[in-house]
């Protein structure tokens, strides 16, 4: 086990962001507490009766703390987007709360929702769709002061547009084009400067650079990056990539039909994983490096993911996974840190839902 | 396992008819699309081959070419507003572009076929999946209904999709992304096709279904000693199964190498530059390298070299002269088969 | 390697790449969709023709008496039915009327009526297809369902029972222009409300609108700012093609009697004059017909341009 900590310490250039995680950092500023998002499936038009539902987000909890990023992964169907539409309040949850500074905000709304709404924002994933085609960039990225007035007064919003355009490294004269005439790149540019407009705390990014060219995908990520250093930004990081994520992020939560399945540093989860689930997905990470491909251990999952409308029971996992026995269809693993990991010194010492969590390195060649 | 026994009735070495060589020999190919803002350079002179059971993968960003390219090859490119003003497209010798659209068609499907990215939309939504594989046996071959049924069965089987039998009157909605793409394969291979090519066949599946879906595609192309065309922009997909890689920038093959090669010593500051913007699974880096600039517009292409604006090693002949394809040599001239790059300084980049 | 990285470039340098490269073309200033679609416009002869044809329409409507110096009311019975001639264009009705000057003012009816009953059921349309669209739930149920039940209404009847209403004391004479635009208004605005509908829920859907929503931006901010202007092409270019449809449901009416009547003259009122004498004489007829069928061809085919010009896919 030193021998692995040690590794992971070599391979972390901020050691602040490795074991010693959420201690010492203060107040988080978003907690998510069991946040429930399900969708009701209706049958029937005139008089609709309700025969089930879809378990899109099925209790989630996590903290996010200033200036961190947060990745999150999993596939399609998982839910990372619709916490994203949680935490932004597109949606109602279900039950659960999210606290901001202390505040539940599902509760709110009106002025209040307002007020909050501008410490949250968002970066969408689809450059082509997130911008109105009948605006100018000067009046997309201007509106959200035209929604907060108070923001900044009538006089400023040129100027303070044109700043912004600076900033996330556009030409300040493009403030009278239209989106169309902008390349992928240089869209989700105008969408980053539109989030930061109102100085927000925390920006969620959904799957922001998915849609880009690999060429300009480094770009955006460097851009976002460099804002996050210079306006102590918190990130949510919704993404499918692992590789992206584990750049960008201090701490990764993976997610698996609608239950967060592991959640630790960047190191614990990609060095030290220790659910099956993580195992399998970084495993299955196409490399873009033959020599180190061939010394990995791949593990292929059968099958596809369950339908979030019937779960399977237990483990939602189980049905995948080469470890189940039948206590996993019994009993739902908590996310905690296992059992044969609580008190130690190890990367693997972090929450893991799984009942026979066990650490495995599957991305270093052995 | 009907299936094996009917692959041995197939003439031993595939392609030993009347034609010795590459089974798919593109030379020079050039397709331009004429839009109303002008005339958009799509693939500016193209070259090159894939033999029998050889993996040739086509790397590039959007708009580099690499799927007109295939579809040039496919016959199905949109004409207008597409027009091939140049180039041959051999197969097994014979010059695809100058067929009738008769004999065309008879190869395309038969001999060739293709997969692509969006199976649900590539199948049609109203009739069975064991229809739509059956088709293929009732145009081609002209067998009964029931027949092509049997033949559907057994290729759903070889794609491994479960229960196949009870499944083949399932509707392409019923099935999930990952069925449906080992349909769109099973599809392909209904015919055995000598030549196979798949446009970006895993980009819209998930990682975990992702594996399984490649490592399927790889093993039914060692089995039947198929050619195929993988096109992607992920490297690491092409990694996982290409033996040689083409990478394409603006409509042209900037860089041709084995694949071990490229990702260890790339000769193009392109191909470098794509290979150090990828994060790394395995540690975590510093701030990422990013290639400056913007993709090429097609209807504006830089003069020179197209990377010339993007370009870190760029001087001023770059931006004059159109580097050819230069074969590439180790530091002592030693050759290194299968290498070449499109830079006028891949020296100074694979040595320097 | 290290050499490489180390000229990492950082995203103001790459911006300082002179221009997107969609524009290098020409440094034009902005373009916006609507520039770009009436650019477009310009080039399509259908749409030259329409508007062409529009255009004199809307002409002979302002001023009829540029395009014919005869009275329109002037008739004289000794020229019953006289064939056209270099004196009488389109020679004389039954009771010897300048069939030309009548066609030429019966312009100004028609058009007019066209014109005020289609912007009147757009923006009915517009206004319901906008609300049941966005609210959705029980107040597109409601909306949906009225749609649904003004649209089983047969046509004539109700134009019928609305003209009934707007009769005069003496119970003689029904409807006259103001009968006929109400008609036609209440009873023409329901499949354009129902494509409203459909293209606000869409629209509703878009990112973009999700983004303005996570800005904390009002309802009625994302109505009227970000959903009505991206939903409306389909209600303006069903509006146009309709407006001919409309002109010639109002000749329907008229020729039926039961729109407008004499002393106004309209292409319809016209028609329905022309229908006594059919077997001795069919040019009071063939020339009020023509015109009728020429506007609403015209009007048909700007709306065709219009969509095609105006929708990004076909291009």
Aim: charged letters at 20%.
């Amino acid at each position: 086990m030193a021998e692995l900590t040690k590794d992971g310490e070599a391979v972390d250039p901020t050691p602040s962001a490795a074991l010693d995680a959420p201690v010492g950092r203060g107040e988080p500023i978003l907690q998510v507490r069991n946040l429930v998002k399900h969708f009701p499936l209706t049958q029937g038009i005139l008089f609709k009766k309700q025969i089930g539902a879809v378990k899109a987000v099925d209790g989630i909890s996590f903290d996010l703390y200033q200036g961190e990023t947060l990745g999150i992964v999993g596939e399609s169907g998982c839910g990372k987007s619709t916490v994203a539409k949680l935490l932004m309040m597109l949606e109602t949850a279900t039950s659960g709360e999210v606290f901001y500074k202390g505040q539940d905000i599902t509760k709110l709304s009106g002025k209040a929702l307002k007020a909050v709404r501008r410490n949250i924002q968002m970066v969408f994933q689809d450059p082509y769709t997130s911008l109105d085609p009948r605006m100018t960039v000067g009046d997309i990225i201007g509106e959200p002061f035209e929604i907060h007035p108070e923001v900044a007064p009538k006089g400023d919003r040129r100027k303070k547009v044109q700043e912004l355009l600076d900033v996330v490294g556009l030409n300040p004269e493009y403030i009278h084009r239209y989106p169309h005439q902008f390349s992928g790149g240089q869209r989700q540019r105008i969408g980053i400067a539109r989030g930061l407009a109102l100085n927000p705390e925390i920006i969620i990014c959904d799957e922001p650079v998915s849609a880009l060219d690999v060429s300009v995908q480094a770009q955006v990520i460097n851009l976002m990056e460099k804002l996050q250093d210079e306006f102590n930004l918190s990130y949510i990081f919704i993404a499918h990539d692992l590789s992206i994520v584990r750049h960008i992020s201090d701490r990764v939560g993976v997610m698996y039909l609608g239950k967060m399945a592991e959640i630790g540093t960047d190191v614990q989860i990609y060095d030290h994983p220790t659910h099956p689930y993580t195992q399998a997905l970084l495993s299955a990470v196409p490399v873009p490096d033959p020599a180190a491909r061939e010394g990995r251990e791949r593990i292929i999952l059968t099958g596809d993911v369950p339908s979030p409308a019937n779960p399977p029971s237990g483990c939602r996992f189980r049905t995948r996974c080469w470890k189940a026995e039948e206590k996993c269809s019994i009993e739902v693993p908590l996310l905690a840190v296992p059992a044969p990991f609580v008190g130690k010194d190890t990367p693997a010492a972090h929450e893991s839902a799984c009942h026979f969590a066990e650490e495995k390195d599957v991305v270093h060649v052995h | 396992m009907t299936i094996i026994d009917k692959t041995a009735d197939v003439p031993a070495p595939r392609g030993a008819g009347d034609h010795e060589g590459p089974l798919l020999e593109v030379r020079d190919l050039h397709v331009e699309f004429h839009t109303r803002e002008g005339v958009a350079q799509a693939v500016n002179g193209v070259n090159y081959t894939v033999s029998a059971g050889e993996t040739l993968a086509v790397l590039g960003e959007s708009g580099s070419g690499k799927s007109v390219t295939a579809q040039a090859i496919m016959g199905i490119l949109d004409m207008p507003p597409g027009r091939i003003p140049k180039g041959e497209v051999l197969f097994r010798g014979r010059d695809l572009l100058t067929m009738s659209p008769e004999e065309r068609r008879k190869i395309r499907g038969s001999k060739i076929a293709m997969i692509f990215q969006d199976a649900l939309s590539s199948l049609n939504p109203v009739l069975t999946v064991g229809y739509q594989l059956g088709e293929m046996f009732r145009v081609h071959q002209g067998l009964s209904k029931k027949e092509a049924k049997v033949k559907a069965i057994e290729l759903m089987d070889r794609v491994k999709i479960p229960a196949a039998a009870a499944r083949v009157n399932d509707y392409p909605h019923q099935f999930s992304g990952g069925m449906r793409q080992r349909i769109m394969i099973a599809m392909a291979l209904a015919l055995e096709p000598d030549l196979i090519i798949a446009d970006e066949p895993t980009t819209a599946l998930d990682v975990t279904v992702q594996a399984q879906v490649m490592d399927l595609l790889a093993e039914l192309q060692r089995e039947y000693n198929m050619g195929l065309i993988l096109i992607t922009h992920d490297l690491g997909v092409v990694a996982d199964v290409a033996d040689k890689i083409a990478v394409m920038y603006a409509g042209r093959i900037v860089e041709t190498a084995p694949v071990h090669e490229l990702y260890q010593r790339p000769a193009h500051p392109y191909t470098r530059g794509l290979l150090d913007s990828i994060p790394r699974l395995d540690q975590k880096g510093q701030e990422l390298y990013a290639i400056k600039g913007l993709p090429p517009n097609l209807l504006k292409i830089p003069s020179g070299c197209a990377f010339n604006p993007r370009c870190p090693k760029a001087q001023d002949v770059c931006r004059t002269d159109v580097p050819v394809l230069h074969p590439v040599t180790e530091q002592d001239g030693g050759e290194l088969p299968g290498r070449g790059s499109a830079c006028h300084f891949w020296k100074e980049t694979i040595h320097g | 390697m290290p050499d490489v990285t180390n000229t990492a470039v950082t995203p103001e340098a790459a911006a300082a790449t002179p221009a997107a490269p969609q524009l290098s073309k020409k440094p034009e200033k902005s373009r916006s969709l609507l520039q770009d679609a009436v650019r477009d416009l310009v080039r399509r002869p259908l749409f030259l023709i329409a508007s062409g044809i529009i255009f004199v329409l809307l002409l002979m409507a302002a001023f009829p008496t540029f395009f014919a110096s005869a009275d329109p009311q002037l008739c004289e019975l000794s020229r019953s039915l006289q064939k056209p001639s270099a004196d009488a264009w389109f020679g004389y009705d039954a009771r010897g009327c300048d069939v030309y000057a009548r066609t030429i003012h019966g312009a100004r009816t028609s058009i007019t009526v066209g014109v005020l009953a289609t912007v009147g059921s757009a923006l009915i349309a517009l206004l319901l297809g906008l609300v049941a669209g966005f609210y959705g739930r029980w107040v597109d149920a409601l909306i949906s369902r009225g749609i649904d039940i003004v649209m089983g209404i047969p046509f004539l009847v109700g134009a019928i029972v609305i003209l009934n209403t707007f009769r005069d004391d003496d119970g003689f004479r029904t409807g006259g222009i103001w009968g006929v635009l109400t008609a036609l208004t209440v009873l023409g605005w329901m499949s354009m409300a129902r494509i409203m509908r459909s293209t606000v829920i869409q629209t509703k859907q878009a990112d973009y609108v999700t983004a303005a929503r996570s800005l904390g931006a009002s309802t009625g901010r994302l109505m009227f700012r970000h959903v009505l202007p991206n939903a409306l092409t389909p209600l303006i270019v069903l509006a146009t093609i309709s407006l001919g449809v409309i002109i010639s449901v109002e000749a329907t009416l008229s020729f039926l009697g039961v729109g407008i009547q004499e002393p106004t003259i309209s292409w319809g009122v016209m028609i329905n004059q022309s229908l006594g004498r059919i077997r001795e004489a069919l040019h009071p007829l063939l020339f009020p017909a023509g015109f009728v069928s020429v506007t609403v061809l015209a009007f048909i085919m700007l709306g065709d341009a219009v969509r095609d010009a105006l929708d990004p896919k076909l291009r």
